[in-house]
Antibody, heavy 120, light 107 residues
């Protein structure tokens, strides 16, 4: 069974940093591009970032570029999101998701999310 | 960035109805479009990818069509469990952008 479990969320002051983790199981992690998607309370989905299996392709949404860094450790089957210079508008539930192995990279499995609240 | 516009934002319908949700991309994206369903308090679920390919395990009452800039998600006969929020996402170019969502409610 494919499983993605996010952790690392919490309450943080504006300007501070936080590192999210996503641990994968049930599939060959190092075959897949992995993504972060966020959802502000009561709002829609916002794609944040992705990283290919071999670190060869990295992409970010404009709203986080230069502040967030995505990384992965295939040996640990883990995906990370280092979030620096956090802003109140970064408050959201952060989901880790797997890109499909073949085809268009649509997100076929999602974790349950970890909540990040940026507030003083 | 490629803008993705969904319509309507809200849709009220009854069990057994046929409904269609539209997604328009700001530029041509071939068939690089996916549809997701999200229930309250849950993670999104992939329904359709490649604009028209049903994800494994998704009921056949869901269908997707379109290419280029205009896409549709149709539910042929609404079931009680279908009342949710639906999102489209373009996967043609980074950043991958979502539509703003369509909340499907029971009439």
């Amino acid at each position: 069974e494919v499983r993605l479990v996010e952790s690392g969320g919490g309450l943080v002051q504006p300007g501070r940093s936080l590192r999210l983790s996503c641990t994968a199981s049930g599939f060959k992690f190092d075959d897949y591009t992995m993504h972060w998607v966020r959802q502000a309370p009561g709002k829609g989905l916002e794609w944040v970032s992705c990283l290919s299996w071999n670190n060869g392709l990295i992409a970010y949404a404009g709203s986080v570029k230069g502040r967030f860094t995505i990384s992965r450790d295939n040996a640990r089957r883990s995906l990370y999101l280092q979030m620096n210079s956090l802003r109140p508008e970064d408050t959201a539930l952060y989901y880790c998701a797997r890109g499909t192995y073949s085809g268009d990279d649509s997100l076929d499995y999602w974790g349950q999310g970890t909540l990040v609240t940026v507030s003083s | 960035d490629i803008q993705v516009t969904q319509s309507p934002s809200f849709l009220s319908a009854s069990v057994g109805d046929r409904v269609t949700i539209t997604c328009r991309a700001g530029q041509g994206i071939s068939t690089y479009l996916a549809w997701y369903q999200q229930k309250p308090g849950k993670a999104p679920k992939l329904l359709i990818y490649g604009a028209s390919t049903l994800q494994s395990g998704v009921p056949s009452r869901f269908s997707g069509r379109g290419s280029g800039t205009e896409f549709t998600l149709t539910i042929s006969s609404l079931q009680p469990e279908d009342f949710s929020t639906y999102y489209c996402q373009q996967l043609n170019a980074y950043p991958y952008t979502f539509g703003q969502g369509t909340k499907l409610e029971i009439k």
